[in-house]
Every structure is written in structure tokens, then in C-alpha cells.
């Protein structure tokens, strides 16, 4: 996944090999990706604010597909079985 600033139509951050899900925080602050590749089945946190990536991937397990935030602002998963 890739965000891009599109008044200068230039990419800022770039996350993942497969991303499969992205989930806004209700209060748009945090964006979650969901990326799925057997060597990066992780979760990546990004800064809407500022369009950067927080800290190192977040290791989630096999195929992970979507993510869902709860109001509490919990990120949710949905892994597809192989």
C-alpha cells in the first residue's frame, strides 16, 4: 500500500509486499495495514498526521486479510485458512 500526496502526486509512505486490509482509528488519526506474504505477514501502523510509519511491523501470524479498529481503537484481524 501506498499513500500519496496528491497535490504533488508523489508517494510518501510505502508499506508492505502484499497488503490485504487498511482500518482508519475512529478518530483518523492511525491507519493499520494488513499485509500478507510469507515473508511479511505483519500489521504496519501509519501516522496519518504526519505519513509515516510507526515503529517496526507488527508480527500478526499466517495470511492475515482485513483489519477492523473497535471503538476502544483495538485493531481486529481476519486470517484466511489455507
Known amino acids: ?3 500519496v500526496e496528491t ?3 508523489t ?3 510505502t508499506v508492505g509486499a502484499f497488503p490485504r ?3 482508519m482509528t475512529p478518530n483518523g488519526e ?4 494488513t499485509n500478507s506474504h510469507s515473508n511479511d505477514t505483519v500489521v504496519s501502523v501509519i501516522d496519518t498526521t504526519t505519513n509515516t510509519v510507526i515503529g517496526d ?3 500478526v501470524g499466517a495470511n ?3 483489519v477492523a479498529i473497535t471503538p476502544e481503537r483495538h ?3 481476519r486470517h484466511q485458512q489455507r
Not at 30 to 33: D, E, I
Request: no cysteine.
Open 11 to 13: 508517494v510518501t509512505v
Open 75 to 77: 485493531p481486529r484481524l
Open 57 to 59: 511491523p507488527i508480527p
Open 21 to 23: 486490509g487498511v482500518a
Open 7 to 9: 497535490a504533488t502526486n
Open 1 to 3: 500500500m501506498s499513500v
Open 64 to 66: 492475515p486479510q482485513g
Open 30 to 33: 492511525y491507519a493499520h495495514v
